[in-house]
């Protein structure tokens, strides 16, 4: 098991600032989710972490101990990438164990260990195919087996799932899951779906233009964004202005108490998820008129659209509960204090 730590770490192409100034740590064991919109810097921070790319300035740490000067070889940090990236000529199992032929471990050995590791990664009997006769989410199974082989420190994966089909993605998480919780690797995790992020990760660290937005467990980004860009990254649908002043903030329909979450007085941003939103009935706090908008059936849950005023909230209700509504009823909306949230009100 192994700690990672980035130290004002900045990576400069000629004219292009791809990382800058970042730093992170992931404890050991620990998945940790890089997440962010694409062209961020996720997949240079996964290259310079490998040794495959230099930092222009700052340190990368493992266990303590600066690695800048180890080749790549020598870090023990597996990049698995989009693609399996499997040699064609050779069967699944010799893919699989190819790090160990390569450190001179005997052949038989070498693929009676890629065979058990096959077996893990839900391959048994398909160890003498060669990548061809796989399909896309085999060959990438079988990728994963190499990585694991291979024995990291840090297992490196970016964005291994992306040309998977939904239901394979599905298999492949929890497959990864799985194995990286036995084997307790420090793992980094590159994607640019919230979805896979919040599934995948023990932490999420989220990158925007190569730096650090924001870092912690993903219920954090939901209920607790550091910023109304994260709010909207993580597609928040209530966000609307208000100025605090001691337990108050007054917005255009109301002046909401809140319990948590106090930035500096002046102009706010608050922010409530739609499922936290109470519609029929009020509280001991904050409870308002509106007048049901829109209304629309999801399967798990209908989605609501309620005007207090000139703001539109958005609800998320049970589809049993939102049997008592009706587009055009009038009723009481509840913003529970413990549920809002407050973000500076000076963004971007």
């Known amino acids: 098991m192994t700690t990672l730590s980035l130290k004002e770490v900045s990576k400069r192409f000629r004219t292009v600032d791809a990382v800058t100034d970042l730093s992170l740590e992931s404890e050991s064991g620990e998945l940790l989710t890089l997440l962010g919109p694409s062209g961020a810097g996720k ?6 972490v490998a040794g495959l790319l230099h930092p222009t300035a700052g340190d990368i740490r493992f266990d303590g101990r600066s690695v800048l000067a180890e080749p790549p070889e020598k870090r023990r940090a597996v990049l698995m990438l989009q693609g399996p990236s499997l040699f064609p000529y050779m069967s699944a199992v010799d893919n699989a164990a190819f790090a160990l032929l390569m450190r001179g471990t005997a052949r038989s050995q070498a693929r009676a260990r890629g065979v058990e590791m096959l077996t893990r990664v839900g391959l048994p009997g398909l160890g003498d195919r060669r990548p061809s006769d796989l399909s896309g989410g085999q060959q990438q199974r079988v990728a994963l087996a190499r990585a694991l082989l291979a024995e990291p420190r840090l297992l490196l994966l970016d964005e291994p799932l992306a040309n998977l089909d939904p239901e394979l993605r599905a ?31 023990d932490r999420i660290a989220l990158i925007f233009e190569g730096r650090l937005e924001q870092i912690g467990p993903p219920r954090d980004f939901y209920e607790r964004p550091r910023s109304v860009r994260v709010a909207r990254f993580f597609g928040s649908q209530n966000m609307f202005a ?3 002043r001691g ?8 002046d909401l108490h809140i319990a948590d979450g106090r930035p500096p007085e002046g102009p ?35 989605a609501v659209r309620v005007a207090i005023g000139d703001i539109v909230i958005a609800a998320s209700l049970r589809p049993d509960e939102a049997r008592s509504f009706s587009v055009g009823d009038v009723t009481k909306v509840t913003l529970p204090p413990d549920r809002l949230w407050m973000m500076p009100g000076d963004e971007r």
């Open 43 to 48: 997949t240079t921070i996964l290259k310079l």
């Open 171 to 201: 298999d492949m998480r929890h497959l990864i899951k799985q194995s990286q919780r036995r084997r307790a690797i420090t793992t980094i995790f590159v994607t640019h779906d919230q979805e896979e992020a919040v599934e995948m990760g």
């Open 247 to 254: 337990d108050i903030v007054a917005t255009p329909f109301a």
């Open 268 to 302: 706010v941003v608050v922010t409530i998820r739609p499922e936290a939103v109470l519609l029929g009935h009020g509280g001991p706090a904050n409870t308002v008129e509106g007048r049901i908008i829109e209304s629309h059936y999801r399967g798990t849950h209908v």
């Open 242 to 244: 208000g100025t605090y």
